[in-house]
C-alpha cells in the first residue's frame, strides 16, 4: 500500500481529544518514537486495548490503555510488529490533515 504521508508532510494534529476520548481503530496518530524522544512517527491504529490480535501463528493480546499501530507501508514501516503495544501516553495527537504538499482532510 501507498503511504498516505509521506516525510515532510505538514499535518495538522489534533492535540486535544486523545485527553477527552480513547484512540478509535483507523485513526492515523503522531507518537513518540521509542528510539528517539525527539522524534515523532506517524502510523495508523489497527487495534486498542483489551482486544486480541492475529500476528502471523500467534496471538496477540493489547492490553487496556495501549494501541497496536502500523504504517500503511507494510514493507518498509518499524511500527508494533516490532516494538509491540504501544502506551496511549505516547500518542501525541489525532492526524485530521495535511496542508502540504497537498491540502487534504483525513
Known sequence: ME??????TIMLVDKVTPHFR????????VLKSLHDSKEFICK?????G???????????????????????????????????PMSNYLVIGIVRGTIYPEFKLI
Open 22 to 29: 480513547e484512540i478509535r481503530k483507523g485513526e492515523v496518530v
Open 44 to 48: 495508523r491504529v489497527v487495534n486498542v
Open 50 to 84: 483489551d482486544e486480541t490480535l492475529q500476528l502471523e501463528n500467534r496471538e496477540v493480546f493489547i492490553p487496556p490503555g495501549f494501541v497496536w499501530a502500523e504504517g500503511d507501508n507494510k514493507d518498509f514501516s518499524f511500527d508494533s510488529r516490532h516494538y509491540g
Open 3 to 8: 503511504p498516505m504521508i509521506n516525510h515532510n
